[in-house]
């Protein structure tokens, strides 16, 4: 963290070589391949494609995961700092990370049978194969068990009918992991593959967020598989929940790398940028907003940095999760918005990046659970007592 | 073809350079250290060439304290094959001399065909350790190197020369070229080959004393002042006086 932005409590010390390697070799990939691609995507409203492979070839999809499974077998802090760098270029390049290495390596590694894992988990490793990861729906967000999407046995087959909303690279996806609840009311999952007959997709547009990413809705009619396509080793809501759990965890990192960029580059322009008689850093306003923007970050470090190594240690519980993703946004979300404000009628343009991460954030605190429903998970965890329906 | 790569870890180029109080170096604390930019250049050509032969073997060798195993580390987990980390304390060693002398101690006995360096270090910029160690060893010597062609024993080299010209020349082997930044297209380390550096081998030799003939003595920031003289009197003695400003006073013609 040293080199590359504020690390006011010296968690650099605590990272291992590796790690601190791994992070350096994502700071430059991202710095020297994206930075000067992100500004056309943006408002183009594309990806860049053409890196995925590149991606793939350093062993960024899905890293954390051991080698048979298509990662790098690399400590859960080191993935966390892949997803920071991702997330210190753009919000679309980390979500893409997380959607193939959190939704759709993880479950079919953790989840898939050995046929699944050999089709699969190679490419979606290297690159070569991009997957998607479809469980919320447009009438069912913050409560996915209440999905409408049906899977019916039909002789040794299963035929899927329902729509999947919000899918991060749902049109470009070659494999879609799809949850669907059976006639018993279970949720199962399903690897449907792109192409497949009543299988369709359409991206969503208009979106003034997350505009570097592709975003679609999926829709299922009369889709027909094998049961080999289904998820074997996992039924019930805790087969979608647990991922979730992983991309979860990878945000809270990522949006560390937002907060990041916003702080340097307020910073940078504050000491540069002269009113009156001297640069605004001089000034306490100035000087509050910064002492609150890294006081902040250095909270949010500190959060996921012991979220990591407890990850690594089999000890993360999804409640811990839940606390870093709901702080983690919430902190970037107003750091993001501070560097603005530092930055002045400069802030509103695109030479600068706090607002495109402003308006990335929006996305980020919404999505993988929503920035109230992680305060209600909290809010269960310390009284024992739920304030959802159940 | 066995192949050495000198590396140094060097300041980056956007890290804070604070001098030390004691004004004999920066303080190191405060660096960020990366390694030095052509060495980058020259290891990416040292693996090329192994690839391309499909075999041969590329050991890189780095001369300085423990904190210099962080650039060895990367250079293992890009593709070198093992390491050899001359240690030394480094503050304030800025003899060419004495660096080369150090180097061809380690690498005499390893009888390497090539011996790649960066053009020159990207903290002192001397641009000599690779030509003094090639003198030392009797090898073939060659700098501002942009381009390597091997075959039948010899090379083939296009080197760097000013004003936009450039020159091919053949050496034999065994040959110490430095290289010239911008010849290839660095890889970044996979995470793959991250995890596997940490099984190579890193070999810690201590040098012998070499006596050093040039040292530093004072490191400071540039004072600059800030005059304003007004000249006045006709246009002719303006002139004159300006002229006489700049020649002398000045210093610029």
Redesign the interface.
């Known amino acids: 963290m ?2 590359y932005g504020p690390d006011f409590y010296n968690i650099t010390d605590l990272l291992t ?2 790690e ?3 992070q ?2 994502a700071y ?2 991202v710095q020297t391949e994206f930075m000067s691609v992100i500004n056309d995507h943006y408002e183009n409203a594309t990806f860049p494609m053409e890196l995925v492979p590149k991606l793939g ?4 999809m899905g ?1 954390s995961l051991p ?1 048979k499974s298509g990662g ?3 400590s859960n802090v ?1 993935y966390g700092l892949i997803l920071h760098e991702l997330e210190r270029g753009d919000s679309g390049l980390r979500s893409f990370a997380s959607v193939q290495g959190s939704l759709v390596m993880y479950p079919i590694h953790a989840y898939g049978s050995d046929d699944q894992k050999a089709k699969w988990l190679p490419g979606l490793g290297s690159g070569t194969k991009i997957g998607c990861f479809g469980l919320t729906e447009p009438n069912f967000g913050s409560n996915p068990g209440g999905m409408a999407t049906r899977c019916k046995r039909n002789g040794d087959d299963w035929i899927i009918n329902g729509n999947k909303m919000w899918i991060t690279n749902g049109s470009v996806a070659d494999v879609s992991v799809v949850w669907a609840r059976d006639e018993d009311g279970i949720v199962r999952g399903f690897l449907l593959e792109k192409g497949m007959e009543g299988f369709t997709s359409s991206d969503i547009h208009g979106k003034l967020s997350l505009r570097a990413s592709v975003t679609s809705e999926l829709s299922m009619t009369n889709v027909r598989v094998p049961d080999s396509a289904r998820l074997p080793n996992i039924e019930g809501l805790k087969g979608p929940l647990s991922c979730l759990t992983q991309a979860r965890y990878g945000i809270a990192w990522g949006m560390v790398g937002a907060a990041v960029d916003c702080y340097n580059t307020a910073l940078d322009y504050s000491k540069e940028r002269k009113q009156f008689s001297k640069p605004i850093a001089g000034y306490q306003l100035t000087q509050a907003k910064l002492a609150e923007m890294i006081t902040r970050i250095t909270e949010a470090q500190l959060l996921v940095y012991r979220l990591g190594r407890l990850k690594d240690e089999g000890k993360m519980t999804f409640q811990q999760v839940s606390m870093a993703k709901r702080n983690n946004c919430a902190m970037a979300r107003d750091v993001a918005r501070i560097a603005r404000e530092i930055l002045g009628a400069n802030g509103i343009t695109e030479d600068y990046s706090p607002i495109r991460h402003m308006a990335n954030i929006e996305s980020v605190y919404t999505y993988e659970g929503t920035h109230e429903m992680h305060t209600l998970i909290l809010g269960q965890e310390v009284t024992g007592m739920a304030a959802y329906d159940s | 073809m066995k192949i050495a790569v000198l590396v140094k870890q060097v300041p ?1 180029a956007e ?1 804070p350079l604070p001098i030390h109080s004691n004004q004999k170096w920066v303080d190191e604390d405060a660096v ?1 250290y990366v390694m030095n930019e052509s060495d980058n250049y020259a290891l990416e050509e040292a693996l090329q060439i192994k690839e391309a032969n499909s075999e041969g073997e590329v050991v890189v060798i780095s001369l300085g304290p423990d904190r210099i ?2 650039v060895i ?2 250079a293992l ?1 890009k593709g070198a094959d093992r390491a050899i980390h001359i240690q030394i304390d480094t503050v304030g060693a800025i003899d060419p001399l004495a660096t080369a002398s150090h180097f061809a101690d380690a690498l005499k006995e390893e009888n390497f065909d090539l011996i790649f360096s960066g053009l020159q270090s990207d903290d002192f910029g001397m641009a000599q350790t690779g030509v003094i160690i090639g003198e030392m060893l009797g090898m073939a010597t060659a700098s501002l190197v942009m381009a390597i062609e091997t075959g039948g024993g010899k090379i083939k080299v296009k080197r760097e020369l000013e004003a936009g010209w450039f020159q091919w020349v053949s050496l034999s082997l065994p040959a110490s070229l430095t290289i010239q930044s911008g010849l290839n297209t660095p890889r ?5 080959g ?2 596997g ?2 099984k190579k081998e890193i070999k810690v030799v201590t040098p012998n004393p070499v006596e050093a003939n040039q040292s530093l003595e004072k490191i400071y920031v540039p004072h600059s002042d800030k005059q304003t003289v007004m000249i006045e009197g006709s246009v002719d003695q303006m002139v004159e006086k300006l002229i006489h400003t700049f020649r002398n006073d000045i210093k610029v013609l």
């Open positions: 040293k080199n070589e590796e601190l390697l791994i350096q070799t430059d990939f070839e350093l062993g960024f890293s080698e790098a077998g690399v080191a | 980056g890290s960020a195993q962080k580390r990367e987990a970044y380390p996979s995470l793959k991250i995890m550096a940490k």
